[in-house]
Protein backbone atom coordinates (compact mmCIF):
# COMPACT_ATOMS: atom_id res chain seq x y z
CA UNK A 1 0.00 0.00 0.00
CA UNK A 2 1.10 3.74 -0.66
CA UNK A 3 -0.72 5.87 0.56
CA UNK A 4 -0.58 9.28 -0.10
CA UNK A 5 -3.44 10.94 1.27
CA UNK A 6 -2.14 12.67 4.54
CA UNK A 7 -3.98 15.87 3.64
CA UNK A 8 -7.23 13.93 4.50
CA UNK A 9 -5.47 12.36 7.58
CA UNK A 10 -2.31 10.95 8.35
CA UNK A 11 -1.04 7.46 7.81
CA UNK A 12 0.33 6.07 9.68
CA UNK A 13 0.09 7.47 13.13
CA UNK A 14 3.21 6.69 15.54
CA UNK A 15 3.44 4.04 18.34
CA UNK A 16 2.78 7.13 20.78
CA UNK A 17 -0.59 8.27 19.75
CA UNK A 18 -1.74 4.45 19.98
CA UNK A 19 -0.70 4.42 23.39
CA UNK A 20 -1.86 7.54 24.35
CA UNK A 21 -5.48 6.89 22.95
CA UNK A 22 -4.95 3.78 25.08
CA UNK A 23 -4.27 5.35 28.44
CA UNK A 24 -7.03 8.05 27.59
CA UNK A 25 -9.65 5.21 26.85
CA UNK A 26 -8.92 3.86 30.72
CA UNK A 27 -9.22 7.51 32.35
CA UNK A 28 -12.63 8.77 33.90
CA UNK A 29 -15.12 11.95 32.52
CA UNK A 30 -12.36 15.09 33.03
CA UNK A 31 -13.65 17.26 34.92
CA UNK A 32 -17.14 15.84 35.77
CA UNK A 33 -16.59 14.11 39.48
CA UNK A 34 -13.90 14.15 42.14
CA UNK A 35 -12.55 10.59 42.69
CA UNK A 36 -9.20 9.59 41.24
CA UNK A 37 -9.90 8.06 37.36
CA UNK A 38 -12.42 11.77 36.54
CA UNK A 39 -9.09 13.47 38.08
CA UNK A 40 -6.43 11.36 36.22
CA UNK A 41 -8.70 12.62 33.06
CA UNK A 42 -8.68 16.33 33.65
CA UNK A 43 -4.84 16.55 34.34
CA UNK A 44 -4.18 14.47 31.05
CA UNK A 45 -6.93 17.27 29.25
CA UNK A 46 -4.72 20.24 31.04
CA UNK A 47 -1.59 18.51 30.28
CA UNK A 48 -2.38 18.48 26.53
CA UNK A 49 -3.78 22.38 26.97
CA UNK A 50 -0.33 23.04 28.40
CA UNK A 51 1.48 21.33 25.69
CA UNK A 52 -0.37 22.91 22.87
CA UNK A 53 0.24 26.67 24.87
CA UNK A 54 3.48 26.01 24.99
CA UNK A 55 3.95 25.08 21.46
CA UNK A 56 1.93 27.38 19.74
CA UNK A 57 2.69 30.44 22.01
CA UNK A 58 -0.93 31.04 22.94
CA UNK A 59 -0.75 33.22 26.11
CA UNK A 60 -2.70 30.95 28.74
CA UNK A 61 -3.58 27.47 28.87
CA UNK A 62 -7.09 29.14 29.12
CA UNK A 63 -6.81 30.35 25.61
CA UNK A 64 -6.48 26.92 23.91
CA UNK A 65 -10.19 25.71 23.58
CA UNK A 66 -11.01 21.64 22.65
CA UNK A 67 -13.49 21.19 20.24
CA UNK A 68 -14.34 17.74 17.76
CA UNK A 69 -12.68 18.88 15.22
CA UNK A 70 -10.85 22.00 13.41
CA UNK A 71 -14.49 22.42 11.46
CA UNK A 72 -16.04 23.20 14.78
CA UNK A 73 -13.81 25.42 15.87
CA UNK A 74 -14.12 27.61 12.87
CA UNK A 75 -18.06 27.44 13.16
CA UNK A 76 -17.89 28.70 16.47
CA UNK A 77 -15.99 31.26 16.24
CA UNK A 78 -16.79 32.92 12.92
CA UNK A 79 -20.82 32.70 14.50
CA UNK A 80 -20.01 33.89 17.59
CA UNK A 81 -18.03 37.04 16.02
CA UNK A 82 -21.04 37.53 13.66
CA UNK A 83 -23.68 36.78 15.80
CA UNK A 84 -25.27 40.20 15.85
CA UNK A 85 -24.04 40.12 11.79
CA UNK A 86 -21.46 42.12 9.87
CA UNK A 87 -19.04 41.36 7.46
CA UNK A 88 -16.50 38.48 7.03
CA UNK A 89 -13.71 38.63 5.12
CA UNK A 90 -12.20 35.11 3.18
CA UNK A 91 -9.70 34.41 0.68
CA UNK A 92 -10.72 32.58 -2.52
CA UNK A 93 -8.77 29.51 -1.59
CA UNK A 94 -10.40 28.65 0.97
CA UNK A 95 -12.09 24.96 2.05
CA UNK A 96 -15.98 24.42 2.78
CA UNK A 97 -14.99 24.60 6.71
CA UNK A 98 -14.58 28.55 6.45
CA UNK A 99 -16.54 29.13 2.89
CA UNK A 100 -20.19 27.18 4.28
CA UNK A 101 -20.29 28.69 7.21
CA UNK A 102 -19.10 32.17 5.90
CA UNK A 103 -22.25 32.06 3.18
CA UNK A 104 -24.78 30.40 6.17
CA UNK A 105 -23.59 33.35 7.80
CA UNK A 106 -24.28 35.91 4.52
CA UNK A 107 -28.17 34.06 4.44
CA UNK A 108 -29.08 35.26 8.31
CA UNK A 109 -28.04 38.96 6.80
CA UNK A 110 -24.35 39.24 6.93
CA UNK A 111 -21.99 39.89 4.36
CA UNK A 112 -18.80 37.75 2.77
CA UNK A 113 -16.19 39.76 0.70
CA UNK A 114 -13.57 37.77 -0.35
CA UNK A 115 -9.92 38.28 -1.54
CA UNK A 116 -7.64 36.68 -3.68
CA UNK A 117 -5.34 34.16 -1.95
CA UNK A 118 -3.43 32.48 -4.10
CA UNK A 119 -0.55 33.79 -6.33
CA UNK A 120 2.50 35.99 -5.63
CA UNK A 121 3.00 37.29 -2.05
CA UNK A 122 2.24 41.36 -3.26
CA UNK A 123 -0.45 40.32 -5.15
CA UNK A 124 -2.57 38.13 -2.35
CA UNK A 125 -1.40 41.12 0.03
CA UNK A 126 -3.27 44.13 -2.48
CA UNK A 127 -5.75 42.14 -2.95
CA UNK A 128 -6.76 41.87 0.75
CA UNK A 129 -6.02 45.77 1.21
CA UNK A 130 -8.64 46.40 -1.38
CA UNK A 131 -11.14 44.23 -0.61
CA UNK A 132 -11.12 45.98 3.40
CA UNK A 133 -10.96 49.31 1.59
CA UNK A 134 -14.17 48.20 -0.52
CA UNK A 135 -15.94 46.81 2.24
CA UNK A 136 -15.17 50.40 3.79
CA UNK A 137 -16.09 52.31 1.38
CA UNK A 138 -19.58 50.43 0.69
CA UNK A 139 -19.98 51.18 4.70
CA UNK A 140 -19.71 47.76 6.03
CA UNK A 141 -18.50 46.72 9.39
CA UNK A 142 -15.82 44.15 8.72
CA UNK A 143 -15.34 41.94 11.85
CA UNK A 144 -13.69 39.22 11.28
CA UNK A 145 -10.95 37.86 8.22
CA UNK A 146 -10.55 33.92 7.91
CA UNK A 147 -7.57 32.87 5.47
CA UNK A 148 -6.10 29.53 5.51
CA UNK A 149 -2.67 29.36 6.06
CA UNK A 150 -1.66 26.11 3.85
CA UNK A 151 -4.04 25.35 0.68
CA UNK A 152 -5.58 22.04 1.00
CA UNK A 153 -5.41 21.35 -2.61
CA UNK A 154 -2.35 22.93 -3.97
CA UNK A 155 1.57 24.23 -2.85
CA UNK A 156 0.20 27.78 -1.86
CA UNK A 157 0.93 29.54 1.55
CA UNK A 158 -0.56 32.43 2.46
CA UNK A 159 1.37 35.68 3.85
CA UNK A 160 -0.06 35.57 7.10
CA UNK A 161 2.20 37.95 9.27
CA UNK A 162 1.46 40.44 6.54
CA UNK A 163 -2.42 39.49 6.43
CA UNK A 164 -2.77 40.18 10.29
CA UNK A 165 -0.59 43.28 10.30
CA UNK A 166 -3.30 44.67 8.04
CA UNK A 167 -6.36 42.95 10.27
CA UNK A 168 -4.39 44.96 13.39
CA UNK A 169 -4.69 47.81 11.11
CA UNK A 170 -7.95 47.96 10.11
CA UNK A 171 -9.59 46.79 13.79
CA UNK A 172 -10.51 43.45 12.15
CA UNK A 173 -10.30 39.66 14.42
CA UNK A 174 -8.30 37.62 12.01
CA UNK A 175 -8.78 33.90 12.37
CA UNK A 176 -6.10 31.46 10.04
CA UNK A 177 -7.22 27.81 9.10
CA UNK A 178 -4.09 26.26 9.83
CA UNK A 179 -6.13 22.49 8.99
CA UNK A 180 -2.80 21.82 6.34
CA UNK A 181 0.18 23.43 7.85
CA UNK A 182 0.06 22.39 11.85
CA UNK A 183 2.46 19.84 12.18
CA UNK A 184 4.28 21.09 8.90
CA UNK A 185 6.34 23.90 10.41
CA UNK A 186 6.07 25.99 13.37
CA UNK A 187 3.38 27.96 14.27
CA UNK A 188 3.29 30.59 16.58
CA UNK A 189 0.40 32.54 17.51
CA UNK A 190 1.83 35.58 18.45
CA UNK A 191 4.68 35.46 15.78
CA UNK A 192 1.88 35.35 13.37
CA UNK A 193 0.43 37.85 14.77
CA UNK A 194 -3.34 36.10 14.51
CA UNK A 195 -6.77 36.66 16.96
CA UNK A 196 -6.58 32.43 15.83
CA UNK A 197 -5.07 29.62 15.27
CA UNK A 198 -7.61 26.21 13.88
CA UNK A 199 -6.70 23.12 13.45
CA UNK A 200 -7.41 19.59 14.00
CA UNK A 201 -5.90 16.35 15.24
CA UNK A 202 -5.97 13.78 12.48
CA UNK A 203 -4.20 15.86 9.40
CA UNK A 204 -0.41 16.83 10.56
CA UNK A 205 -0.31 16.63 14.13
CA UNK A 206 -0.87 12.93 13.75
CA UNK A 207 -3.85 12.67 16.67
CA UNK A 208 -6.94 10.74 15.27
CA UNK A 209 -10.04 11.84 14.01
CA UNK A 210 -12.67 13.90 16.83
CA UNK A 211 -10.82 16.57 18.10
CA UNK A 212 -9.88 19.72 16.96
CA UNK A 213 -8.38 23.01 18.96
CA UNK A 214 -8.54 26.80 18.64
CA UNK A 215 -5.74 29.05 20.01
CA UNK A 216 -6.82 32.44 20.80
CA UNK A 217 -5.40 35.66 21.40
CA UNK A 218 -6.64 37.90 24.51
CA UNK A 219 -8.47 39.83 22.08
CA UNK A 220 -10.54 37.17 20.61
CA UNK A 221 -10.78 35.54 24.07
CA UNK A 222 -12.46 38.71 25.79
CA UNK A 223 -15.01 38.61 22.31
CA UNK A 224 -15.57 35.03 23.07
CA UNK A 225 -16.00 35.60 26.71
CA UNK A 226 -18.87 38.45 25.89
CA UNK A 227 -21.25 36.60 22.97
CA UNK A 228 -23.72 34.36 23.71
CA UNK A 229 -22.87 30.32 23.38
CA UNK A 230 -23.60 28.51 20.11
CA UNK A 231 -23.42 25.22 22.34
CA UNK A 232 -24.80 24.51 25.75
CA UNK A 233 -24.29 21.85 28.28
CA UNK A 234 -22.73 19.85 31.08
CA UNK A 235 -19.34 22.02 31.95
CA UNK A 236 -18.51 20.31 35.20
CA UNK A 237 -18.78 22.82 36.96
CA UNK A 238 -21.58 25.88 38.42
CA UNK A 239 -23.97 23.56 37.17
CA UNK A 240 -27.02 25.40 38.83
CA UNK A 241 -26.03 28.35 36.23
CA UNK A 242 -28.40 28.85 33.62
CA UNK A 243 -25.23 29.94 31.22
CA UNK A 244 -22.23 28.38 30.50
CA UNK A 245 -19.59 29.69 32.39
CA UNK A 246 -18.12 32.75 31.81
CA UNK A 247 -14.25 31.48 31.42
CA UNK A 248 -12.89 30.23 28.39
CA UNK A 249 -11.85 27.38 27.57
CA UNK A 250 -15.12 25.65 29.28
CA UNK A 251 -17.45 28.50 28.29
CA UNK A 252 -16.91 26.68 25.10
CA UNK A 253 -16.53 22.89 25.87
CA UNK A 254 -19.96 21.72 26.36
CA UNK A 255 -20.12 18.53 26.83
CA UNK A 256 -17.65 15.91 27.57
CA UNK A 257 -14.02 16.13 26.00
CA UNK A 258 -13.33 13.72 23.26
CA UNK A 259 -10.22 12.69 25.72
CA UNK A 260 -8.68 10.00 23.93
CA UNK A 261 -8.70 11.78 20.68
CA UNK A 262 -7.30 14.76 22.39
CA UNK A 263 -5.00 12.66 24.14
CA UNK A 264 -3.97 11.04 20.56
CA UNK A 265 -2.92 14.70 19.41
CA UNK A 266 -0.80 15.53 22.30
CA UNK A 267 0.90 12.73 21.85
CA UNK A 268 1.09 13.69 17.80
CA UNK A 269 2.70 16.72 19.30
CA UNK A 270 5.28 15.30 20.98
CA UNK A 271 6.19 12.62 18.16
CA UNK A 272 6.68 16.00 15.99
CA UNK A 273 8.92 17.87 18.94
CA UNK A 274 11.06 14.62 18.34
CA UNK A 275 11.42 15.06 14.64
CA UNK A 276 11.32 18.84 14.62
CA UNK A 277 10.52 20.85 11.96
CA UNK A 278 13.54 21.22 10.07
CA UNK A 279 13.57 17.36 9.51
CA UNK A 280 9.67 17.61 8.54
CA UNK A 281 9.70 20.33 6.30
CA UNK A 282 12.42 19.02 4.72
CA UNK A 283 11.42 15.72 4.19
CA UNK A 284 8.08 17.22 2.95
CA UNK A 285 9.62 20.05 0.24
CA UNK A 286 12.07 16.99 -1.18
CA UNK A 287 9.20 14.70 -1.70
CA UNK A 288 7.25 17.06 -3.35
CA UNK A 289 10.04 18.15 -5.42
CA UNK A 290 10.94 14.46 -6.12
CA UNK A 291 7.55 13.64 -7.29
CA UNK A 292 6.43 16.89 -9.42
CA UNK A 293 9.77 16.57 -11.46
CA UNK A 294 8.91 12.93 -12.67
CA UNK A 295 5.17 13.72 -12.95
CA UNK A 296 5.79 16.85 -15.39
CA UNK A 297 6.98 14.61 -18.01
CA UNK A 298 4.78 12.00 -18.14
CA UNK A 299 2.37 12.31 -20.83
CA UNK A 300 -1.41 12.56 -20.45
CA UNK A 301 -0.72 14.43 -16.97
CA UNK A 302 -0.85 18.50 -15.91
CA UNK A 303 0.53 19.48 -13.45
CA UNK A 304 -1.53 21.97 -11.79
CA UNK A 305 -0.76 25.23 -9.73
CA UNK A 306 3.01 24.21 -10.14
CA UNK A 307 3.76 27.96 -10.08
CA UNK A 308 2.92 28.69 -6.80
CA UNK A 309 5.13 28.64 -3.71
CA UNK A 310 4.99 27.57 -0.33
CA UNK A 311 4.21 24.09 1.01
CA UNK A 312 1.03 22.23 0.38
CA UNK A 313 -0.23 18.98 -1.22
CA UNK A 314 0.53 18.34 -4.97
CA UNK A 315 -2.00 18.38 -7.88
CA UNK A 316 -2.55 17.29 -10.96
CA UNK A 317 -4.97 16.06 -13.89
CA UNK A 318 -5.12 13.47 -16.67
CA UNK A 319 -5.73 14.94 -19.89
CA UNK A 320 -7.53 12.39 -21.85
CA UNK A 321 -9.28 10.07 -18.43
CA UNK A 322 -11.55 11.32 -16.41
CA UNK A 323 -9.50 11.67 -12.61
CA UNK A 324 -12.08 9.47 -11.07
CA UNK A 325 -11.29 6.82 -13.08
CA UNK A 326 -7.75 7.15 -12.80
CA UNK A 327 -7.73 7.23 -8.54
CA UNK A 328 -9.83 4.26 -8.93
CA UNK A 329 -7.57 2.49 -10.93
CA UNK A 330 -4.86 3.52 -8.50
CA UNK A 331 -6.44 2.65 -5.86
CA UNK A 332 -7.08 -1.07 -7.48
CA UNK A 333 -2.67 -1.24 -7.06
CA UNK A 334 -3.06 -0.18 -4.01
CA UNK A 335 -1.89 3.76 -4.43
CA UNK A 336 -4.06 5.80 -1.91
CA UNK A 337 -4.49 9.46 -3.40
CA UNK A 338 -7.75 11.81 -3.44
CA UNK A 339 -9.22 12.79 -6.90
CA UNK A 340 -12.34 15.40 -7.04
CA UNK A 341 -12.80 18.91 -5.47
CA UNK A 342 -11.10 17.83 -1.82
CA UNK A 343 -14.41 19.87 -0.31
CA UNK A 344 -12.37 23.03 -1.83
CA UNK A 345 -14.21 23.82 -5.12
CA UNK A 346 -13.82 27.35 -4.47
CA UNK A 347 -10.11 26.92 -5.01
CA UNK A 348 -10.81 24.54 -7.49
CA UNK A 349 -12.48 27.96 -9.40
CA UNK A 350 -10.05 29.97 -8.23
CA UNK A 351 -6.95 27.98 -9.86
CA UNK A 352 -8.61 26.99 -12.92
CA UNK A 353 -9.57 23.54 -11.88
CA UNK A 354 -13.02 24.58 -11.68
CA UNK A 355 -15.85 21.60 -11.81
CA UNK A 356 -13.76 18.81 -12.05
CA UNK A 357 -11.49 19.36 -9.29
CA UNK A 358 -7.94 17.06 -9.93
CA UNK A 359 -6.04 14.77 -8.20
CA UNK A 360 -4.48 15.50 -5.28
CA UNK A 361 -1.23 13.85 -3.74
CA UNK A 362 -0.35 14.87 -0.24
CA UNK A 363 2.75 13.48 1.77
CA UNK A 364 3.99 12.78 5.54
CA UNK A 365 7.16 11.99 6.74
CA UNK A 366 6.86 8.77 6.43
CA UNK A 367 7.02 8.32 2.79
CA UNK A 368 9.65 7.76 0.97
CA UNK A 369 10.96 8.37 -2.89
CA UNK A 370 10.89 4.46 -3.34
CA UNK A 371 7.19 4.97 -2.98
CA UNK A 372 6.74 7.68 -5.21
CA UNK A 373 8.96 5.77 -8.07
CA UNK A 374 6.84 3.03 -7.94
CA UNK A 375 3.64 5.57 -7.93
CA UNK A 376 5.27 6.96 -10.66
CA UNK A 377 5.73 3.67 -12.73
CA UNK A 378 2.02 2.40 -11.86
CA UNK A 379 0.85 5.76 -12.98
CA UNK A 380 2.34 5.75 -16.48
CA UNK A 381 1.26 1.81 -16.60
CA UNK A 382 -2.68 2.88 -15.90
CA UNK A 383 -2.65 5.76 -18.12
CA UNK A 384 -1.35 3.82 -20.92
CA UNK A 385 -3.58 1.03 -20.29
CA UNK A 386 -6.64 3.21 -20.81
CA UNK A 387 -5.07 4.87 -23.81
CA UNK A 388 -4.46 7.95 -22.00
CA UNK A 389 -0.78 8.51 -21.97
CA UNK A 390 -0.76 10.47 -25.32
CA UNK B 1 2.70 19.28 63.87
CA UNK B 2 2.54 16.38 61.47
CA UNK B 3 0.92 16.57 58.12
CA UNK B 4 -1.29 14.11 58.92
CA UNK B 5 -2.72 17.09 61.69
CA UNK B 6 -2.33 20.24 59.37
CA UNK B 7 -5.06 22.34 59.04
CA UNK B 8 -6.39 22.36 55.50
CA UNK B 9 -7.87 25.38 53.56
CA UNK B 10 -9.34 25.16 50.05
CA UNK B 11 -9.50 27.69 47.76
CA UNK B 12 -12.37 27.45 45.57
CA UNK B 13 -11.54 28.29 41.61
CA UNK B 14 -13.53 29.46 38.71
CA UNK B 15 -12.97 26.45 36.11
CA UNK B 16 -11.17 23.30 36.01
CA UNK B 17 -8.62 24.93 33.73
CA UNK B 18 -7.96 27.80 36.31
CA UNK B 19 -7.74 24.88 38.96
CA UNK B 20 -5.17 23.08 36.91
CA UNK B 21 -2.96 26.34 36.74
CA UNK B 22 -3.44 26.57 39.96
CA UNK B 23 -2.29 23.48 40.80
CA UNK B 24 0.73 23.55 38.66
CA UNK B 25 1.55 26.27 39.85
CA UNK B 26 1.38 26.37 43.56
CA UNK B 27 3.51 22.81 43.19
CA UNK B 28 6.37 23.71 40.87
CA UNK B 29 6.47 26.65 43.73
CA UNK B 30 6.23 24.08 47.04
CA UNK B 31 3.26 25.24 48.03
CA UNK B 32 1.82 21.28 47.41
CA UNK B 33 -1.90 21.39 46.69
CA UNK B 34 -4.47 19.10 45.03
CA UNK B 35 -7.34 19.52 43.28
CA UNK B 36 -10.69 18.25 44.86
CA UNK B 37 -14.32 18.72 44.56
CA UNK B 38 -15.72 21.47 46.72
CA UNK B 39 -18.23 20.23 49.14
CA UNK B 40 -21.68 20.40 48.97
CA UNK B 41 -22.94 24.17 49.62
CA UNK B 42 -19.62 25.95 49.30
CA UNK B 43 -20.63 27.90 46.39
CA UNK B 44 -24.23 29.09 45.45
CA UNK B 45 -23.49 28.54 41.70
CA UNK B 46 -23.60 24.53 42.43
CA UNK B 47 -20.64 21.89 41.81
CA UNK B 48 -17.24 23.35 41.80
CA UNK B 49 -13.73 22.36 42.01
CA UNK B 50 -11.11 23.76 44.44
CA UNK B 51 -7.61 24.06 45.56
CA UNK B 52 -6.67 21.96 48.81
CA UNK B 53 -3.41 23.21 50.52
CA UNK B 54 -2.43 23.59 53.85
CA UNK B 55 -3.53 26.88 55.65
CA UNK B 56 -0.26 27.93 56.74
CA UNK B 57 0.52 28.39 52.69
CA UNK B 58 -2.60 29.93 52.26
CA UNK B 59 -2.09 33.71 52.29
CA UNK B 60 0.79 32.96 49.98
CA UNK B 61 -0.97 30.55 47.20
CA UNK B 62 -3.61 33.72 47.28
CA UNK B 63 -1.02 35.99 46.14
CA UNK B 64 1.03 33.68 44.10
CA UNK B 65 -2.38 32.92 42.09
CA UNK B 66 -3.66 36.39 41.71
CA UNK B 67 -0.20 37.22 40.52
CA UNK B 68 -0.43 34.77 37.78
CA UNK B 69 -3.83 35.89 36.40
CA UNK B 70 -5.67 32.75 37.78
CA UNK B 71 -9.01 33.34 38.68
CA UNK B 72 -10.41 32.08 42.25
CA UNK B 73 -13.53 33.02 44.32
CA UNK B 74 -14.35 32.13 48.15
CA UNK B 75 -11.53 30.98 50.76
CA UNK B 76 -13.02 27.80 52.57
CA UNK B 77 -10.99 27.53 56.12
Do not use: W
Not at chain 1, 121 to 135: N, Q
Not at chain 1, 304 to 322: C, N, Y
Not at chain 1, 327 to 347: K, N, Q, Y
Request: glycine share 10%; proline share 4%; aromatic share 6%.
Amino acid sequence: MIYFDNGATTLPKPDGVFRAVRHAMGLGNPGRGGHNLSLQGARLLYSVREHFCTHFSAPSPNHVCFFYSATEALNRVMKSVLYQGGTVLISDMEHNAVRRPALSLARRGGTVCYFKGHGREEEIVSSFGAAVKEAHRAGRDVKLAVFLHTSNICRQTLPVKKLTDLCRKNEILSLVDCAQAAGHLPLHLQDLGADGLCMPSHKGLFGIAGAGVLLCSPKLKDTLEQVPTLVQGGAGSASLEEDMPLFLPERLEAGTPGLPAIASMGAGLSFIEKRGYEQISGQLSMLYKHCADRLMHIQGITLQASELRGIGPLLFTADHMDNAVLSDALSARGVCVREGLHCAPLAHDSIGTGRDGGIRVSFSVFNTTAQIDRFVCILKEELCAAGACR
Amino acid sequence: MNKANERKCIIAMSSMTYAMRGETLLNNNRLYTRVIKLPKGSTPKGCGYGLELSCSFLERAVQMLEHAGIKHGIVLR
